[in-house]
């Protein structure tokens, strides 16, 4: 590239992006002669490269959050003023140094990286690394950090090393471990929606339902920061596909040709501009930059529910993927893992955990019917025995998180109206789309689903739930046949709750103890004219034993420790609390045997109310230590043991 053609600057050197942004530098000569400047220098040109909305040095201080006018106003005073007539014609002789330096530092980068034309992020490259020392001063005195800015800017022009998403195997299988969690998510949910709807294939709008459903993501963040709904999207993007939709579950196996070719180039520039950032990883930001940038149907579905699709650019591009979490979540914990978690947890129900370990070692081990969940439980006994703590602790040790637990309270579909609550109305009704079981089931395809307290839903909400529990299928009235092959499923009930449990204190050693629970439970269905076929539906009947004065301390004691924990991290009381105080709360618990959640309401009326009421009372200085025992309330031990505990502290 020759920079000078008969002393003057060769304009065909430079791409056609800086001669539209510069008006073939006319533009950076009005600003000489404005300065009174005799040459051109570099603040002139970064003046100019700053006066259109999409140039990379108005985009650059936008994100530093300084105007256009602001930039030019300090940029004109770094200007060198000079005597003479300021320049008419761009020729070696009207330039600055910091000019000729520029665009030799131009003409090395591009030759370094074989590109034919100075390009944009070339010049202010060069311009950067070759400013004027007022520049430099004001750039300093303001914080702005142009070495990174170079660096920010060079990565947009180097040779990418693009991330492949495809394996190299034969079928070209998607290569999950190039994938972050967040990404995964998102494939995740778009296969689930693809197969619920019976499509063989992925395609963009697919895409677009994963985006817009990952709770929490960059693409609901930026749609909810617009003061837009995701839900109307999602609405505008399964009505564009309704023609399509076909009543029953298919499967996708994540290979290239089941990717069809608008996806393929989304996925293939994702994997671009994961390279450009030099991430380890494609994340949900990398996904949504490239299915912004190409234009397609489900593209255009966002710009018809008005989002602004510039606005959502930026937005993912200022998203900082080192703040995201990595967490690989898609295998099962190991069966050793989940039973530590689980006796650490549950306490007293030592047979209710052996039982259920069979199932979730099936699972790890991937033997499971796909036309089945994996697992379905009836969990009977007494309130309070630990049936809906079981589900939580499930939930985290086998799928990672509570967050994997859809709970449903079956009392509030009690009524036939209740069906357009637990899977949705039918199209043009309150409610559609909106169903919790279906919606829970998008959200979260592996996962635990609790339906709490069954007996209570109505006969229409049992029988949808008949056939979820033996196909592992429920049909959304928005048209997607949900799944929940990868699910728990568990049914808690407090059908004749006292009485198995007075018969499972009589009949404990019994071997045949199962069988005649299901006896006693069928008749006492029967009573309660609740459907015995549900017991035909599952795979374990667990009856929950009562809990004794032996289970309540323990109880007490971990719900103890945890408090006390918490003070001392969170507001420096160190609180020594005696034995004496669990055995107190077990023995007062066992006797009222109101289940496991009255121990927690006594640790909180016994230890942390009378703790807080003494440094408060007598205005104590933190850090502290405090000691905390019952008070003893009676002389006549009868009625000491009647009486619920008090706790006392002292110093």
């Known amino acids: 590239m020759e920079i000078f053609i008969q002393n003057k600057i060769n304009i065909e050197i430079f791409d056609e992006s800086i001669r539209r942004l510069t008006r073939d530098f006319g533009d950076t000569l009005a600003l000489a002669v404005k300065t009174k400047s005799t040459k051109i220098e570099t603040t002139h040109l970064l003046i100019s490269l700053s006066k259109f909305s999409d140039s990379i040095v108005n985009k650059g201080i936008t994100r530093l959050g300084i105007t256009s006018k602001q930039w030019e106003s300090g940029l004109l005073k770094c200007a060198i003023k000079g005597s003479g007539l300021p320049p008419a014609h761009l020729t070696k002789n009207t330039l600055h140094i910091s000019v000729i330096n520029m665009l030799n530092e131009a003409i090395q980068l591009c030759n370094q990286y074989k590109l034919q034309r100075i390009s944009e992020p070339v010049l202010v490259i060069s311009i950067l690394k070759n400013l004027t020392n007022s520049t430099q001063r004001l750039f300093h005195q303001t914080d702005i950090d142009f070495k990174d800015w170079c660096k920010e800017i060079e990565r947009t022009f180097k040779p990418v090393e693009a991330l492949i998403v495809y394996k190299s195997d034969n079928k070209q299988s998607i290569n999950l471990d190039i994938l972050a969690s967040s990404a995964k998510k998102v494939l995740r949910l778009a296969t689930t929606e693809a197969e619920s709807m019976g499509f063989s294939s992925l395609e963009a709008r697919h895409l677009l339902l994963g985006l817009i459903e990952n709770e929490g993501g960059i693409t609901q963040y930026g749609i909810y920061q617009q003061g837009l709904m995701p839900r109307k999207i999602q609405e505008g993007t399964l009505l564009s596909i309704r023609n399509k939709v076909k009543r029953k579950h298919s499967k996708i196996s994540l290979i290239k040709e089941n990717v069809q070719g608008m996806l393929q180039r989304i996925f293939e520039l994702a994997g671009k501009l994961a390279g450009r950032e030099n991430a380890e990883k494609i994340f949900e930001k990398h996904i949504l930059l490239a299915f912004l940038t190409i234009d397609s149907i489900a593209r255009k ?29 898609d295998n099962f914990a190991d069966i050793e893992t989940v039973r530590e978690r689980l006796y650490a947890r549950i306490v007293g129900q030592d047979q209710a955990i ?50 994997n637990l859809i709970f449903l309270e079956m009392g509030q579909f009690n009524s036939p109206e209740s069906m357009n609550i637990f899977v949705g109305a039918p199209p043009g009704y309150v409610g559609y789309g909106e169903g919790k079981l279906t919606n829970g089931l998008r959200n979260k395809p592996r996962s635990v689903v609790l339906f709490d307290e069954v007996e209570k839903a109505h006969a229409r909400v049992h029988d949808a739930l008949l056939r979820f529990l033996d196909e592992g299928k429920i049909d959304d009235p928005a048209g997607p046949v949900r799944s929940g092959s990868e699910c728990i499923l568990i049914l808690t009930s407090n059908v004749g709750a006292e009485e198995l449990a007075k018969f499972s204190r009589e009949k404990d050693q019994s071997k045949n103890i199962e069988f005649e629970i299901r006896q006693k439970l069928r008749d006492e269905f029967k009573k309660r004219h609740f459907r015995i076929e549900f017991l035909n539906r599952i795979d374990e009947l667990i009856l929950f034993r009562t809990l004794d004065k032996n289970n309540y301390t323990e109880i007490a004691k971990r719900i103890i420790e945890n408090e006390i924990l918490r003070l001392k991290e969170n507001h420096e009381i160190t609180a020594h609390v005696g034995p004496t105080v669990q055995k107190a709360i077990g023995d007062y618990c066992n006797k009222i045997d109101e289940g496991a959640r009255a121990v927690k309401r006594l640790v909180q009326s016994v230890v942390i109310t009378p703790v807080i009421n003494y440094v408060i009372a007598e205005k104590c200085q933190l850090p502290i230590e405090l000691k905390v025992n019952i008070k003893s309330q009676h002389t006549n031990i009868a009625q000491a043991m009647q009486a619920e505990p008090v706790g006392v502290v002292s110093k």
């Open 301 to 329: 579905i966002m710009e018809d529910e008005k989002v602004d699709i510039s606005r959502l650019k930026t937005t993912a591009e200022e998203h900082d993927i080192a703040e995201e979490d990595d967490d690989n979540d």
């Open 354 to 403: 052996e039982r259920i370990l069979p199932h979730v070692q099936r699972m790890q081990f991937g033997y499971s019917s796909p036309e089945r969940p994996n697992g379905v439980f009836l969990f009977c006994g007494q309130s309070g025995s630990g049936k809906t703590e079981m589900a939580k602790e499930l939930a985290r040790a086998v799928y990672g998180s509570e967050e």
